[in-house]
């Protein structure tokens, strides 16, 4: 392994480098000097910041912009309708023959979408005509703004808690990881499974 | 024979009522007898519903109209595996089958621990025979299916048999139907054995690694039977329901999801407790959730408080299931405070660039999904109480939320496994990610070329391509390691290095399942479809599908009438695919319903619904769908059950570290006198 660092097998299967010391093995790492730690700490943060900021205002964009349409189809406006019928489907997707609702409902679209009127103000037109609850997902205001907000907000509270934590809780860092190197190395697990059966026949 | 039923059912709650309480007594006292005896009486319990379920199963069978749930749900000329099927079709029928699975796990668990955990069984009976009381009583109760017909004459109320029954809903007759609520149930019902084995450590102070790994293998048998009955829901639908899709974020679907997530969560966290002594109440937290969402996915089918496809019919068992739901909460929480002092982390976190942090991350996003599906699908009860207006929270709420939290996960995915335990440094994410980056960025800049402009479904398919690269990377990383060390050939090489560590390896499968998961859902961003009205001859074109009806023909057989279009359809000229919709009639039920043709390829499937005919021209309504990638959902679905059976098979290092804590235990019983 490169780094100046020595790990001996012996020291990975000894008894106090399994349970109670997970992962704390004993031999032959260095120390990294204190020399300019407060100045890559600084760097650490400013980056874990930007970070932060681009990912918050990506999430928050998608969740705004996602793939809207612009203009409105009766394909695009049936997805966000669901049917009077009472069949607890979209519009679109009303499994009745012949649905008398979804026949009127369809009617009354294709006339809003001849007056040229824009997808908002149709849905709005339309809740007003059928009751709020024909739409597929509430307006955001008032008390369902709720619905829309709480989840973006325990995500990226959340998130931001998971951050905070970790860097409350961790260690100065003990030791490097070689480069390449993922805990799992299948050398190192062939170096491990023979000294063991060696122990086993010893 | 409801007779025998009945009394299967009493006797179940006798059973069931004294394994409770003897597991506890047994436990309070360490007495060894009576902790057999309450295994003894789990086993009871299981034979006793299965009593019951065969006398069911038995009626629906013969076609003994007697009895009320066989008239409602069977009929003479339904086909035997579809009277099989009745079992679980109607409310009454599926409560019976969720107790007598609970009783087979219960069994099972009561088997394999005969001589091994002594000190955890006497309370994991107690909760698993807590939990088959509970339903039990509610079988007998309050949605018995041994009831009988009768008929109210001058001479008194006597038993009348129908002369034939109301027959299975005809959205059940599918085949893959028949396996989706087993599935299912077995998913939910199997969370309550890690429930159980985490209460019965957390009442005996037991909270080292046994419990920890027993509970990981109990999750995962559920966890993998409920993602697959998941996916034949969601085959079911779109085979079934004929509005081209397979997922609608309907009540009952997302009540489904909700443990299937938590148990995601604890799949991954229960890792960092194995390798790093981290994290423990978390772990007990989520095993905690993912019981109750699994009773509470179970209550909000049945209660009928949320508007459904899938619901069963509104009953009165509701309040039944939240009493049980604030037992189970209150309980365990209880429990969980108390224990806290047992279950302190041995280590901290080393730095933010780690697979332990890379966990967290996932955890996190895990629950917030969690919370949105459950907020999103509990809002119009909880708005009709706030502010007294029904709302409807449907498919556009939860995609526009929901998906890029999907894709936050789906990037953790590829890079999580690559994080090193502690802290990864610069050089090793150098190493480990510049080819994946590099290869997806390429496969971007191809995509855009070749006109995918839809944001999300450029970013899926852009991050698919960089966790296939990641997990494609690990196994040929590891397989050429082998091939030097070992002179071995390549197939040889990937073969005994999955062996070698099934747990690391069957996880990657599982990855690769669900990077083909997502490939699937991207396509539904290409969907098209048209409408037309057809008689013989007439043509509907679609993209480079040419459809062509060669008539329509009736007929009927004695379940039902069908009326069928005769669809030839050609692609660029050249004959691809003859396709049969038809509106089938069931004369049993009086119900109609559509029979999808489907031609699936891995590119597109095309989709033929005969939805109705056009009472002014007498054509046949002919809708058409073309749905790129769907193939490859069901694809990612059996890839992601191989890779969990890959997974929970033994690696050679664990099957001698089993052998010898075996031996370890049987030494401790020898020493113990047990």
Excluded at chain 2, 19 to 38: D, E, H, Q
Excluded at chain 2, 48 to 53: D, F, G, H, P, S
Excluded at chain 2, 556 to 563: A, G, K, R
Aim: proline share 4%.
């Amino acid at each position: 392994m490169s780094g100046g660092r020595k790990i001996s097998v012996a020291s990975i299967i000894s008894p106090a480098s399994t349970a109670g010391h997970r992962g704390q093995l004993r031999s032959g790492f260095t120390v990294r000097p204190a020399v300019g730690r407060a100045a890559r700490h600084s760097s650490v943060v400013t980056r874990h910041f930007w970070l932060s900021s681009l990912l918050i205002s990506l999430f928050a964009a998608s969740v705004a912009f996602g793939d809207n349409r612009t203009k409105p189809t009766l394909e695009s406006l049936g997805n966000q309708l669901m049917c009077k019928c009472g069949c607890v489907a979209p519009l679109n997707q009303c499994p009745h023959f012949d649905c008398a609702e979804k026949a009127e409902m369809q009617a009354f679209l294709k006339k809003e979408i001849a007056e040229g009127k824009g997808e908002a103000v149709i849905l709005q037109d339309v809740a007003q005509r059928y009751g709020l609850q024909v739409l597929t997902a509430p307006p955001a205001r008032g008390f369902n703004l709720t619905v829309w907000v709480l989840p973006s907000i325990g995500l990226l509270t959340g998130l931001g808690i998971v951050v905070v934590v970790v860097r409350r809780w961790r260690h100065k860092p003990a030791l490097d990881t070689a480069p390449g190197s993922t805990g799992d190395d299948p050398k190192l697990i062939r170096a491990v499974e023979e000294e063991m059966k060696s122990m086993r026949m010893g | 024979m409801n007779q025998v039923g009945t009394v299967g059912l009493i006797a179940a709650l006798a059973f069931g009522v004294f394994a409770l309480v003897a597991g506890a007594v047994g436990g309070l006292l360490r007495s060894p007898r009576i902790t057999r005896s309450a295994e003894r009486s789990a086993l009871g319990f299981f034979a006793m519903i299965t009593l019951a379920v065969v006398a069911l199963e038995y009626m629906i069978l013969t076609n003994d109209f007697h009895n009320a749930y066989v008239a409602e749900h069977s009929n003479r000329d339904l086909l035997t595996y579809y009277k099989v099927a009745a079992l679980w079709a109607g409310q009454e029928g599926s409560l019976l089958f969720w107790t007598w699975l609970l009783s087979i796990y219960s069994a099972l668990v009561v088997w394999q621990n005969r001589s091994k955990n002594r000190q955890l069984m006497p309370y994991v009976v107690a909760v698993l025979m807590g939990t088959g009381t509970f339903f039990s009583l509610l079988v007998f109760f309050v949605a018995n299916p041994f009831h009988e017909l009768s008929v109210v004459s001058i001479a008194g109320t006597q038993p009348y048999a129908a002369p034939d029954g109301n027959g299975l809903n005809p959205l059940l007759q599918y085949h893959p139907m028949v396996i989706h609520p087993p599935m299912l149930y077995l998913g939910y019902v199997g969370m309550v054995v890690p429930f159980a084995f985490a209460m019965a450590a957390l009442i005996t102070r037991q909270l080292g690694d046994n419990w920890i790994r027993i509970t990981r293998r109990w999750t995962m048998v559920p966890w993998m039977l409920l993602g697959c009955g998941i996916l034949l829901g969601g085959n079911w639908a779109y085979a079934v329901l004929g509005w081209g899709g397979y997922w609608a974020w309907d009540p009952v679907e997302n009540a489904s999801l909700l443990p299937w997530l938590s148990g995601t969560a604890f799949l991954h966290s229960v890792m960092i407790q194995e390798k790093r002594g981290m994290l423990k109440v978390w772990n007990v937290s989520l095993v905690i959730l993912t019981f109750f969402l699994s009773i509470f996915g179970t209550f909000l089918t049945r209660s009928g408080i949320v508007s459904s496809v899938h619901a069963f019919a509104q009953s009165n068992i509701g309040p039944f299931f939240a009493v049980f739901l604030a037992i189970i909460l209150f309980f365990s929480v209880t429990l969980l405070f108390l224990r806290l002092d047992h279950l302190k982390s041995e280590n901290k976190l080393d730095s933010m660039v780690s697979r332990e942090s890379g966990f967290l991350f996932n955890n996190w996003i895990l629950l917030a999904l969690v919370f949105t599906v459950f907020w999103g699908t509990l809002f119009p009860v909880i708005s009709k109480a706030v502010q007294n207006v029904t709302v409807t929270v449907g498919a556009p709420f939860f995609n526009k939320v929901a998906i890029p939290m999907g894709l936050l996960l789906l990037l953790l995915t590829g890079a999580g496994p690559l994080l090193a335990w502690r802290k990864t440094s610069f050089q090793s994410l150098k190493a480990n990610f510049t080819l994946p980056l590099a290869v997806a960025l390429v496969g971007g800049i191809v995509l855009f070329a070749a006109g995918v402009r839809q944001l999300y479904a450029w970013m899926t398919l852009f991050l698919s391509i960089f966790v296939a690269v990641c997990i494609l990377g690990e196994f040929w990383k590891g397989a050429r390691t082998r091939m030097r060390a070992a002179k071995e050939n390549f197939l040889e090489a990937v073969y005994n290095l999955t062996m070698r560590n099934t747990r690391r390896y069957g996880g990657y499968i599982v990855h690769i399942g669900i990077v083909l998961l997502f490939v699937g859902f991207a396509g539904q961003a290409f969907k098209a479809d048209t409408k037309g009205l057809m008689q013989e001859g007439d043509i509907l074109t679609i993209k480079d599908y040419m459809l062509r009806c060669d008539g329509l023909v009736s007929g009927d057989n004695p379940n039902y009438e069908y009326t069928r279009a005769l669809i030839t359809v050609t692609k660029k000229g050249e004959a691809f695919a003859e396709m049969h919709p038809e509106k089938r009639f069931y004369k049993a039920s009086q119900q109609p319903t559509s029979y999808v043709a489907i031609h699936p390829t891995l590119a597109e499937d095309v989709y033929v619904v005969l939805a109705g005919m056009d009472s002014e021209t007498n054509k046949a309504i002919i809708q058409v769908f073309i749905n790129p990638l769907v193939m490859w959902v069901w694809i990612g679905g059996f890839v992601f059950m191989l890779g969990t059976l890959m997974a929970m098979v033994p690696s050679r290092v664990e099957r001698e570290m089993a052998d010898m804590r075996q031996a370890q235990e049987l030494a401790v019983r020898a020493g113990e006198g047990f």
